[in-house]
């Protein structure tokens, strides 16, 4: 218990620092900065969220951050197309399970026997197509900086976000989003969520930044 508070006060120590670097850039970094912090944790609780209406919850709340984001400059969208994008059937969804891989390594390595299956062919088209949204600090190209990346369905944003053709291709792809948490920019990815914050306290702080971005655009 002991270190879960210190590795909570760790966290807040660097979200202020961030802040700090943040402000000093623009007052829209700042603001942008605040909320994809907060949208970072709610869509890892959302990964792991085991609650159906819960996790449910947390994932309209990562997409609404999304569509208000997507109006910064500080964000740049690309595409993830994989070849097989077709939904998997049953079966091999369980195969893919089992392997304990990410989705995107299956998609590739059983790209044969995918095309091949007859249900396979038979599911959701553009199912495991992917937008992926990423967040730079400084808009001059040798000063930039990524601070964070995720990935959303390409059909849950289809109609609001650019059609795929005008868009540029990820660089790479680990199927993992990315995210600054610590003030040194090192050791962001891989979460232990137990020592982070509050569910509660996650959304509370998501809703309030949500807020003043969406102000600050629509002044
Ligand atoms: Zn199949």
Redesign the pocket.
Known sequence: MIETKMIREQYKDDYIELQKQWRKHSKELFLVGKLVYWAYWVSKYAEKCKDVEERQHLFSLKNKAMLLLAKSKHTQIRKYVPEVNKK??R??YKIMKSKHRNICWFLDAYKQD?LE?E??QMGEEQYYNLYSLAIIDNLEKEKKKLLYIFYNPYLLLSEQFPVLEELKSVKHFNGKEYGTIRASGKGTVDLDLEDGFSVKLIVKKFNQNYEELREYFSA
Request: proline share 0%.
């Open positions: 998997l059937c079966q091999h995918l299956c249900s396979c």
